[in-house]
């Protein structure tokens, strides 16, 4: 659990203090907080403006939205219980991007000490039978106190701005198996992994043990989506950890294929089991032939190496047609089931 200490409060009516490199920026801080019913306390001083509060957690939501990042890290903030701090209170200014960083890493801390999140399931099914269901793909979401979730990308966006990306991605990794166990899932598990989480040896031991240490879950069943996007640092890196993985019976899937690093001379040095197709590549291949016809040369080439061939974002039937007619291996999206919590 967080310090409460590293966030900064008062006992009692204290002031708010923000310092600003110009008069426009100053009054912009002044005026978002006004807004916000926030009482300023005159201070009569340049570039300095002072308001009531006991906590900055209850202003920082106001100004984060109004001022960018580089803009934060220039207006320098101070909570004290007086209008005129000690001299040694001047220590604890840190710059609005610092305080929000704080606050960022306090309410994912508390969401995963707690355990509120969860895995939800979206089927992968086989092209040629849509009842034969592959495996799922587990997506983490979290959940605020009242039981609502909390995006993906709003959980990945903070942990990577409050640099927990790591107790995140592990979370959700363990989340995932646990999840597949209670539901006696025979079937695949797709697991998303950031690649800098498992690309040495003392990594991936560490995420072995937290992930499947305690679960009684076979490595066999289990599929690691390395996530395209994140780009790794050398192609070495990255053959690297695809021949460790093998080595412990685990297949790989290439995500968000089309959207980074790799091309499909790439990709058959790499030998991946799977390939999944982004969005990108699916949305709208109906009115673009030409989209289908690079959609149908990956999926040769992909054949070629023995490598199969997943559609991400089939939302009707007719784009699922096109793929199983482009020669797709199997099909992932809304026309087959949305993310739940259940499986199918």
Request: with cysteine; glycine share 6%.
């Amino acid at each position: 659990m967080p310090d409460d200490s590293l966030y900064p409060h008062v006992a009692g009516l204290g002031h708010a203090f923000f310092w600003c490199p110009d008069d426009i920026l100053r009054d912009r801080v002044r005026a978002a907080l006004s807004m916000a019913d926030i009482i300023e306390v005159p201070l009569g001083e340049p570039g300095v403006v002072c308001f009531l509060a006991d906590d900055m957690e209850s202003l920082l939501p106001v100004l984060e939205s109004k001022f960018s990042v580089a803009e934060r890290r220039s207006v320098r903030a101070l909570l004290s219980a007086s209008m005129r701090p000690a001299l040694g209170e001047y220590g604890s200014m840190q710059s609005l991007e610092e305080l929000s960083l704080r606050l960022s890493a306090r309410w994912l801390g508390e969401m995963l000490a707690d355990r509120r999140y969860k895995s939800l399931m979206q089927p992968i099914v086989h092209a040629d039978n849509h009842a034969r269901v592959l495996g799922y793909e587990f997506l983490v979401r979290g959940l605020h106190t009242d039981g609502t979730e909390i995006s993906a990308p709003a959980l990945f966006d903070t942990a990577e701005a409050a640099g927990m990306l790591y107790a995140l991605d592990m979370a959700a990794g363990e989340n995932a198996v646990r999840t597949a166990r209670s539901f006696n899932i025979s079937e695949n598990v797709f697991v998303n992994v950031l690649p800098y989480s498992i690309d040495c040896e003392a990594g991936l031991n560490a995420w072995f043990e937290s992930v499947l240490g305690g679960h009684g879950f076979e490595p066999e069943q289990l599929v690691i989506e390395i996530v395209e996007s994140q780009q790794f640092p050398d192609f070495e890196t990255l053959q690297a950890l695809v021949r460790r993985l093998k080595e412990r019976g685990i297949r790989i899937a290439l995500d968000d294929f089309g959207t980074g690093f790799n091309n499909l001379a790439t990709i058959t040095q790499i030998q991946p089991d799977f390939i999944k197709l982004d969005k990108s590549l699916t949305k709208d291949l109906i009115a673009d032939g030409r989209k289908w016809t690079l959609v149908a040369n990956i999926v040769d080439s992909a054949k070629q190496s023995d490598i199969k061939v997943i559609a991400e974002g089939v939302e009707d039937k007719k784009t699922a047609r096109m793929l199983e007619s482009a020669g797709v291996d199997y099909l992932q999206g809304y026309f087959f089931g949305r993310p739940a919590d259940k499986p199918l």
